[in-house]
């Protein structure tokens, strides 16, 4: 079964987001971001936290004679705090590490051509003493799909390998050529 590049694009999203670099995740998050997901039951007290979801897609164009599609991702960084102004500077800090983490996320451009940063909306209520907040932070992702030609694709049933035996001279000292039996249907 064919993975949707969608799928494959919110998965790498969150994969940036979680994935740590000399020991430290690279947003205040964690290891609390989730593609798709519902908030979990004790969402209150698992802040902070980043949910994934693709709002929008849309073809914008051509690309090398396929048609690009961009795609909206949206990253919902939530927050809470015991008074204001701890809770903008949380949600700021959560927002751009999100931000920097996306933008950074090399591993996305084995999907996508053009990640772009669109914006932040931020939100606020109170609950009692907590203050909770919401960053939505937006990027447009674009990417192309390119029609599967199974003629391009390497045959799996044969392998032809060179070998040069040492010394290292570029000379091949040996080959071989296997053939496999086609499966049966």
């Known amino acids: 079964m064919i993975t ?5 694009i919110r998965r790498e999203v969150v994969n940036g987001l979680i994935k740590e670099q000399a ?3 690279p947003t205040p998050a964690g290891a609390r971001a989730w593609p798709a997901h519902a908030l979990p039951l004790d969402w ?3 802040y902070p936290l980043i949910l994934v979801y693709d709002t929008r897609e849309s073809v914008t164009g051509e690309v090398e004679g396929e048609d690009e599609r961009t795609l909206e991702v949206e ?3 939530y927050a ?3 008074n204001v102004e701890t809770l903008e500077d949380l949600l700021d800090l959560l927002a751009f590490a999100a931000e920097q983490a996306v933008a950074n996320n090399q591993a996305l451009y084995q999907w996508a051509h053009s990640v772009k940063y669109q914006g932040t909306d931020k939100t606020r209520h109170h609950k009692g003493r907590t203050f909770y907040g919401l960053a939505a932070v937006r990027f447009q992702i ?3 799909v390119r029609p599967l030609d199974e003629g391009s694709l390497d045959d799996f049933l ?4 060179e070998y040069d035996l040492a010394p290292p001279d ?3 000292d040996a080959t071989d050529d296997i053939n496999l039996p086609a499966p049966e249907e």
């Open 44 to 46: 209150e007290e698992t």
């Open 4 to 8: 949707p590049p969608r799928t494959l």
């Open 170 to 172: 570029q000379v091949v």
């Open 80 to 82: 809470a705090a015991e």
């Open 142 to 144: 674009a990417y192309i």
């Open 23 to 25: 020991g430290e995740h």
């Open 158 to 161: 044969r392998f032809h390998g």
């Open 75 to 77: 990253l919902e960084c």
